[in-house]
């Protein structure tokens, strides 16, 4: 292991790895550890919601390369930056590269100062709609005055691998809108995929009571929203929307049509959600879908990795979700 000493400050490279749980769901990030990876929790060191594994390679070989869908960051090659002053430490991570975020359990003012001293990154919450830029943007934790854990490589283009949005606390019909942003702003961030716009075609499964179809107007597309209950009152009355009282689940594509994008943030089992899925895609008939998978009790990881399997998906564990994650899916045009 090499070891770097500048003037007063020592960086130690680290052979591990760590892992920043998403806030207030540490438990599922060792809950997945246990039973997706067989890991225990006592091979982990905690600092705070940051869990490091001491061997990054034995680790990416018990996972088969894989991250857990509930850690938020990882810090992919981590060091100890040992430093004096605040100025010292600011001035070691910009000697590293431009853009850093922390996340912080303790020592919280020590760190607000060195994050004055660095390069500007937006830490605020963001209004939406967003563009995220794919730079690389690296990580540090305090562990005392004097000592921090950071890492220039990780796994998220957010700052320590979060996204929270100024809330609208008046016009929604229900918070869920929230994590339609959430889901859009990625589609875009990791498929460089266009927003649904004006003239756009939109099929919303389960709608009640409108929360992701409030979005979607907003953005001027037309909405096939589905559901047993009627939407917020606004919303039956909204031009753009076409509501249709229904199960959702037993309207076949062919009877819908075309659509730009399809969504799902019904309550169901896993499995129904990917039979109906699978429907959407064979029959040709969508260009885009995000769907909520409900977790029902004890997760079943080889069913998580058939969505995952899907070409040109992905599943993640968003700011917004709770007890689930989501699949988001785009033809890509070749």
Known sequence: MNTTNTTDTIIEPLPGIALLAFSEQKDFLFSEL????DFSQNEFEQYGDLLYFSDRTVFFERTGGKLPY????????PFFL?????????????KIQRNWASYQFDC????????????????KERKFPVKIPASPIGLYTLLNQHKMIASAKTSSYLPAGSLHFVEDHENPPSRAYLKIQESLTMANLLFNLPLPSQGQKCFEAGACPGGWTWVLVGLG????????AE???????NPLVKFQAHDAFTLLPQNIGKMDWVFSDVICYPERLLKWIRQWLDSGLVSNMICTIKMQGEIDWKLIEEFAAIENSVVLHLNYNKHELTWIHTEISE
């Open 34 to 37: 246990s039973s997706r990876f």
């Open 231 to 237: 939407l917020a009152p606004e919303l039956m009355k």
């Open 82 to 94: 040992t430093f004096d002053s605040i100025g010292q430490a600011a001035g070691e991570l910009k």
């Open 70 to 77: 509930w850690c938020r960051s990882a810090m992919l090659e």
């Open 108 to 123: 919280f003012r020590r760190a607000q100062l060195i994050q004055e001293k660095l390069p500007y990154v937006n830490l």
């Open 221 to 228: 597309a037309n909405v096939h929203a589905v559901d047993r």
